[in-house]
C-alpha cells in the first residue's frame, strides 16, 4: 500500500498547522462559547462599499482585470500614500493588488528570498510569517521583543542575529498579537539598521489605520532611504471590516512589483473584480465608516485592558490593531493549559500565546473585536476562572 505521506514535500511538512485553528475547531462543536480568538472584525463591511459591488455585477463587471489589478484602484492607493504619508508610487509600475495581503506576504517572500537567506522576524508575530518564509525556501531566524519593552523591536535585539546570510527584515506594527506600535524614533532606529546591514524590510501594516488616542500611524517607506528598501503590504480587511474579500496590495520599486507580478500572474492571475470595485468605494468614500469602527474598538479595548487588570492578570496596554496580550503566568498555567481549561470550564476562546512564537509562552490572545457585551460576559467568566484555580 502506498504512503502517500511520503510523497509530501519535506518542506511542506516541516511547517506546523495554524496554533490560532485548533481552539476554535474545539470551540466549533461547543454552545454558548464566547470567542476572544479570531482576528476578523464583528462589523458588516459599509453599506456603500457592498453596494458598489452590487451595481458592478448589475453593470456586467465578471471579467479579469490587468495582473497588477484595475489601474483605477492602483491610482487610488497611490493617491492615499500621497495624501497621507506623502510617498510618490507610480500607479502603473509600484503597485500590485493581491488576494488579501496574505497573498502579497507569501510572494514577496518568494521574491526576495534563495535557498539558505535569513529573514529576521520579530516575535511575537502572526502565524503566517515563519511558515511563508519557509515555503519559499528561506531561513526564518526569531528575534523575541520583550514584553518589559512593550513589545517592541529594536536594533539591540536585532544585532546579535545577523549573519553573513541576512537577507531581509519582517515587521509587523501594529502588531498582531500583542497590539503593540513602533514610534517614530523606533522606525528610524530600525530604518537605519537596515541601511546597515544592506536589508529588504517587508512592512506588513495592514493594523495601520486601527491605532488609538494620539498614536499616528507611521509608514516605514516613508523614512529617509526606505522607499525603494521597502515592501510596503496593506489591504482592506481590517479597518473596513473587508475579510471575506480578500483584497490587500504591494507597494515597492519597479524591479520587485514586476517580479512579484510575475509569481502573481502563474498562481492568483488577479484578485477578483468585484473585490477591486469595492475597494475604490472604500479609499473614496470609506473613510467616514472606518473612523467609526475605529472609535468603538477604542471603547472595547478599554474595556478590555481594565477588565483583564481587574481579573488579576498583568496586561500591556495595547496601542493599536485590536488584540491585547494578558501575561497569565501568574496562574501557574502554561499557554496552551489555560487557553484549554477557560475554553472547556468558562467557554471562553483564547489563543495560546506560543501560536506566535515561543517568547509568547505564559501570555495569550484575546481579540476585542466583539461586542461589548460580549467582552463583558468573556470578561466576567475570565475572572471567575483567575479566581478559581
Not at 71 to 82: Q, W, Y
Not at 348 to 369: H, K, Q, W
Amino acid at each position: 500500500m502506498t504512503n502517500w505521506n511520503d510523497r509530501i514535500s519535506p518542506i511542506v511538512k516541516s511547517v506546523p498547522p495554524s496554533g490560532i485553528r485548533r481552539f476554535f475547531d474545539i470551540a466549533s462543536e461547543m454552545e454558548d462559547v464566547i470567542s476572544l480568538g479570531v482576528g476578523e472584525p464583528d462589523f458588516v463591511t459599509p453599506w456603500s462599499i457592498r453596494e458598489s459591488c452590487v451595481y458592478g455585477l448589475e453593470q456586467g463587471y465578471t471579467s479579469y482585470t490587468a495582473n497588477r489589478g484595475l489601474m483605477e484602484l492602483r491610482e487610488e492607493i497611490c493617491f492615499m500614500h500621497k495624501r497621507r504619508f506623502e510617498l510618490d508610487y507610480n500607479p502603473k509600475t509600484d503597485v500590485l493588488v493581491t488576494v488579501g495581503v496574505s497573498e502579497a506576504l507569501d510572494i514577496a517572500m518568494r521574491t526576495i528570498l534563495s535557498p539558505g537567506d535569513e529573514i529576521l522576524i520579530p516575535e511575537p508575530c502572526y502565524v503566517s510569517y515563519k511558515a511563508c518564509a519557509t515555503l519559499a525556501g528561506g531561513i526564518p531566524v526569531p528575534v523575541p521583543a520583550k514584553a518589559e519593552n512593550d513589545f517592541r523591536i529594536t536594533p539591540a535585539d536585532l544585532e546579535p542575529h545577523v549573519s553573513p546570510k541576512t537577507k531581509a527584515l519582517l515587521i509587523g506594527y501594529p502588531n498582531n498579537p500583542t497590539g503593540a506600535i513602533l514610534s517614530k524614533e523606533d522606525l528610524e532606529a530600525i530604518a537605519r539598521f537596515a541601511v546597515k546591514h544592506d536589508l529588504i524590510v517587508i512592512s506588513d501594516e495592514i493594523y495601520g489605520d486601527l491605532t488609538y488616542g494620539d498614536t499616528k500611524h507611521v509608514c516605514f517607506a516613508g523614512l529617509p532611504e526606505m522607499k525603494d528598501r521597502t515592501i510596503l503590504l496593506n489591504g482592506f480587511s481590517k479597518a473596513y471590516a473587508m475579510t471575506g474579500w480578500r483584497i490587500g496590495y504591494a507597494l515597492s520599486n519597479p524591479d520587485i512589483i514586476a517580479a512579484m507580478t510575475k509569481i502573481h500572474q502563474y498562481t492568483m492571475l488577479c484578485a477578483p473584480i468585484t473585490a477591486q470595485i469595492a475597494a475604490v468605494e472604500a479609499l473614496r468614500h470609506g473613510e467616514k465608516y472606518m473612523r467609526k469602527m475605529v472609535s468603538e474598538y477604542d471603547k472595547r479595548r478599554r474595556l478590555i485592558y481594565d477588565g483583564l487588570q481587574k481579573a488579576g492578570l498583568k496586561c500591556f496596554e495595547p496601542k493599536g490593531a485590536f488584540y491585547i496580550f494578558p501575561d497569565i503566568t501568574s496562574t501557574g498555567l502554561s499557554s496552551e493549559e489555560f487557553a484549554e481549561k477557560i475554553l472547556m470550564q468558562e467557554h471562553v476562546a483564547l489563543v495560546p500565546g506560543n501560536a506566535f512564537g515561543e517568547c509568547g509562552e505564559g501570555f495569550v490572545r484575546c481579540s476585542y473585536a466583539t461586542s461589548i457585551e460580549q467582552i463583558s460576559e468573556a470578561l466576567a467568566r475570565i475572572e471567575h476562572f483567575v479566581n478559581h484555580l
